[in-house]
């Protein structure tokens, strides 16, 4: 069992940047990949980044590329997400999630097995 818990969300304006962070309680965090997924109101829940174990590979979403960038700092368990020039279509609960092995990024929120709560984002414009 994993424990993940996101922190870092909030109400920005339009083209205003925000880091959203992960933080896991493992101790074989260094072996899995992370990813962020988001669910907007009345949406499915969607893919947004995710990065391999080592950071060797990274993954975005079309929507986000450019824009949003995914990092992990293995020696304190955590997942980062620095993302730029918001925009009110990025408004979501922004999800972080890990998988065993950590070399594949999928996109498919079935292909991770755990989860955190969430943390919302929302953006104004």
């Known amino acids: 069992q994993v424990q993940l818990a996101e922190s870092g969300g909030g109400l920005v304006q339009a083209g205003d940047s925000l880091k959203l962070s992960c933080a896991a309680d493992t101790m074989t965090f260094s072996s899995y990949t992370l990813a962020w997924f988001r669910q907007a109101p009345g949406k499915q829940r969607a893919f947004v980044a995710a990065i391999s174990w080592d950071s060797g590979k990274s993954s975005y979403a079309d929507s986000v590329k450019g824009r949003f960038t995914i990092s992990r700092v293995n020696a304190e368990n955590a997942v980062l997400l620095q993302m730029n020039s918001l925009n009110p279509e990025d408004t979501a609960v922004y999800y972080c999630?890990?998988?065993?092995?950590?070399?594949?990024?999928?996109?498919?929120?079935?292909?991770?097995?755990?989860w955190g709560q969430g943390t919302q984002v929302t953006v104004s414009s």
């Open positions: 999630a890990v998988r065993f092995p950590g070399h594949e990024l999928p996109s498919s929120s079935s292909d991770y097995t755990y």
